[in-house]
């Protein structure tokens, strides 16, 4: 079966549509999109699916896979639910049509029963989050004939989360889920929102994105991502900036004299880390994929050693996949668990899995899930 069969399945009436959008991998631009930086994320073919019947009284019930039962919130009484929160996996899905509704004043919101299914691994640093935001948003756009463009539902998807859910991630996973295209990684500025797809030419080149998820779970609406956060925003302050977007490498002397040490590695990660994705789609555009391994790599060095957010498991996954014979590697997400990816060719792809699981048992770790994504297309209606 898949997402969209079990989606329908648990709706168990007729569907008046499908609507699905996919989980994504960050290719490069880790904590930048916060600082207003840059990112250059792409959408994976793994997807979340929203099937949506209509009701005839006001309420909005909730379903999915993921979790036993359903969780009915009528419109009358869904701005107070957001507000007292505690609604757990169902404030992904209530929050983005709590958002939708305030975005959209012109929207004709309706009872709906929305069944959700999903193949995007939760909590992998794959952006389930982004999914299920981007699979629901796109469906209640339609069906409340709220009429926003992909950018819109995006921000939609992020206030969801940012605001019901409590988790202050940026909207680099949002935008990737929704615009995502094959064989592309979006580059998106994320002050401007300008965004541009860049073609990345695995399949031409050999190459294979390899996906190691250590299964060390992270949270980021717990300590250290805001932790991370406050040290960006103190960097910003201290240099008077409105977001550390506004530095330039030529700035770190400077920040190494007026920040304490640990601030100043915070902020030397994201100045570095923005030149790092601009590098990345220069010499994307001018050579192609292989000429990206190194900024992979020294993207993860910068996150273990500066930003400090890499665990033992992710960073023996990047190793093992380098001597594997990966181009780069690096954690991707936020960090604290989650997932590593590997830019590889595609024919050492079973050994370096191979060796991914030797290394993880010889280290006594719990053994990961490897497996490859492949640049897809972006939030979209099935059916
Ligand atoms: P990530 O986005 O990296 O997978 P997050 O912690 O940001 O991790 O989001 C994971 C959370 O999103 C889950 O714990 C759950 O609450 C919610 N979620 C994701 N996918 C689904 C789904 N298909 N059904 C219900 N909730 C989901
Ligand atoms: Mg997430």
Same mark, same amino acid.
């Given at each position: 079966?898949?997402?969209?069969?079990? #989606?329908?399945? @648990?709706? #168990?009436?007729?569907?008046?549509?499908?609507?699905?959008?996919?989980?994504?991998?960050?290719?490069?631009?880790?904590?930048? =999109?916060?600082? !207003?930086?840059?990112?250059?994320?792409?959408?994976?073919?793994?997807?979340?699916?929203?099937? &949506?019947?209509?009701?005839?009284? =006001? %309420?909005?019930?909730?379903?999915?896979?993921?979790?036993?039962?359903?969780? !009915?919130?009528?419109?009358?009484?869904?701005?107070?639910? /957001?507000?007292?929160?505690?609604?757990?996996?169902?404030?992904?899905?209530?929050?983005?049509?709590?958002?939708?509704?305030?975005?959209?004043?012109?929207?004709?919101?309706?009872? &709906?029963?929305?069944?959700?299914?999903?193949?995007?691994?939760?909590?992998?640093? @794959?952006?389930?989050?982004?999914?299920?935001?981007?699979?629901?948003?796109?469906?209640?756009?339609?069906?409340?004939?709220?009429? @926003?463009?992909?950018? #819109?539902? #995006?921000? %939609?998807?992020?206030?969801? !989360?940012?605001?019901?859910?409590?988790?202050?991630?940026?909207?680099?996973?949002?935008?990737?889920?929704?615009?995502?295209?094959?064989? $592309?990684?979006?580059?998106?500025?994320?002050?401007?929102?300008?965004?541009?797809?860049?073609? @990345?030419?695995?399949?031409?080149?050999?190459?294979?994105?390899?996906?190691?998820?250590?299964?060390?779970?992270?949270?980021?609406?717990?300590?250290?991502?805001?932790?991370?956060?406050?040290?960006?925003?103190?960097?910003?302050?201290?240099?008077?900036?409105?977001?550390?977007?506004?530095?330039?490498?030529?700035?770190? *002397?400077?920040?190494?004299? /007026?920040?304490?040490?640990?601030?100043?590695?915070?902020?030397?990660? /994201?100045?570095?880390?923005?030149?790092?994705?601009?590098?990345?789609?220069?010499?994307?555009?001018?050579?192609?994929?292989?000429?990206?391994? =190194?900024?992979?790599?020294?993207?993860?060095?910068?996150?273990?050693?500066?930003? !400090?957010?890499?665990?033992?498991?992710?960073?023996?996954? %990047?190793?093992?996949?380098?001597?594997?014979?990966?181009?780069?590697?690096?954690?991707?997400?936020?960090? +604290?668990?989650?997932?590593?990816?590997?830019?590889?060719?595609?024919?050492?792809? *079973?050994?370096?899995?191979?060796?991914?699981?030797?290394? +993880?048992?010889?280290?006594?770790?719990?053994?990961?899930? &490897? +497996?490859?994504?492949?640049?897809?297309?972006? $939030?979209?209606?099935?059916?």
């Amino acid at each position: 079966m898949t997402a969209v069969d079990d #989606a329908r399945a @648990l709706l #168990a009436r007729p569907a008046v549509g499908v609507w699905s959008a996919p989980g994504r991998a960050n290719l490069i631009g880790e904590h930048t =999109d916060y600082n !207003e930086g840059f990112v250059l994320p792409f959408a994976i073919a793994q997807r979340t699916v929203a099937a &949506v019947a209509l009701r005839d009284d =006001d %309420v909005i019930r909730v379903r999915s896979t993921f979790a036993p039962g359903s969780v !009915e919130v009528s419109l009358a009484e869904l701005d107070a639910r /957001i507000a007292a929160g505690g609604l757990d996996w169902a404030g992904y899905p209530l929050g983005v049509a709590w958002a939708l509704r305030t975005a959209a004043p012109d929207a004709a919101p309706r009872g &709906v029963d929305i069944a959700l299914a999903s193949e995007v691994p939760v909590g992998a640093g @794959l952006s389930s989050s982004a999914a299920i935001e981007g699979a629901v948003a796109s469906a209640l756009n339609d069906v409340w004939n709220a009429g @926003l463009d992909k950018i #819109a539902l #995006a921000r %939609v998807g992020r206030t969801a !989360e940012n605001d019901a859910v409590g988790a202050p991630t940026g909207i680099m996973d949002q935008m990737a889920s929704m615009l995502g295209e094959a064989d $592309a990684a979006t580059f998106l500025d994320c002050r401007t929102l300008e965004t541009r797809p860049v073609a @990345l030419g695995f399949d031409e080149a050999g190459l294979a994105i390899l996906v190691v998820d250590t299964l060390v779970e992270h949270a980021h609406s717990s300590g250290g991502y805001r932790e991370r956060r406050a040290s960006c925003e103190q960097g910003a302050a201290a240099f008077g900036v409105p977001a550390l977007r506004d530095l330039t490498v030529d700035d770190l *002397p400077r920040a190494a004299e /007026i920040l304490d040490d640990v601030t100043f590695r915070r902020v030397r990660h /994201i100045v570095t880390e923005n030149q790092r994705v601009l590098d990345t789609v220069a010499a994307l555009d001018a050579d192609g994929p292989t000429a990206i391994g =190194d900024l992979l790599t020294a993207s993860h060095a910068s996150m273990r050693d500066d930003f !400090e957010i890499s665990v033992p498991e992710l960073d023996l996954a %990047v190793e093992t996949a380098l001597s594997a014979g990966a181009l780069g590697a690096r954690m991707t997400g936020g960090g +604290f668990g989650g997932a590593a990816i590997a830019l590889i060719p595609t024919e050492l792809v *079973p050994a370096a899995t191979e060796a991914v699981h030797a290394a +993880f048992a010889a280290s006594g770790f719990r053994a990961p899930n &490897v +497996f490859t994504v492949t640049p897809s297309e972006g $939030a979209r209606r099935d059916a």
